[in-house]
């Protein structure tokens, strides 16, 4: 599966972004596409992420700023990232997690000013 980011860019400090990922093919079973990033000098973290059920998780640090959502039948998963802060500058990737096997995008940089 090959992951295809699109988005980021570099915007002011309470300003908003939507980065989207596309996946090339669906793959049966519960799937979670998620939306992970990393800060330089930081370890990656997971931001946001939704199975193919709808369910979702996004993480404390983010939670009422970004949004994620997910289109099973176009294989897509948004981030709108809203209030942006200079602590969310980062690279982002795109995961797609089925089983034990993860795919992984390219990463999209978001680079947040003060």
């Known amino acids: 599966v090959q992951l295809q980011a699109s988005g980021g860019g570099l915007v002011q400090a309470g300003g908003s972004l939507r980065i989207s990922c596309e996946g090339s093919?669906?793959?049966?079973?519960?799937?979670?596409m998620g939306w992970h990033r990393q800060a330089p000098g930081k370890q990656r973290e997971l931001v946001a992420a939704?199975?193919?059920?709808?369910?979702?998780h996004v993480a404390g640090s983010v939670r009422g700023r970004f949004t994620v959502s997910r289109d099973n039948a176009r294989n897509t998963l948004d981030l709108q990232m809203n209030n942006l802060k200079p602590d969310d500058t980062a690279v982002y990737y795109c995961?797609?997690?089925?089983?034990?096997?993860?795919?992984w995008g390219q990463g999209t940089q978001v680079t947040v000013s003060s």
């Open positions: 995961n797609l997690r089925s089983g034990s096997v993860d795919y």
């Open positions: 093919r669906s793959l049966s079973g519960v799937t979670i």
């Open positions: 939704v199975d193919n059920r709808g369910s979702s």
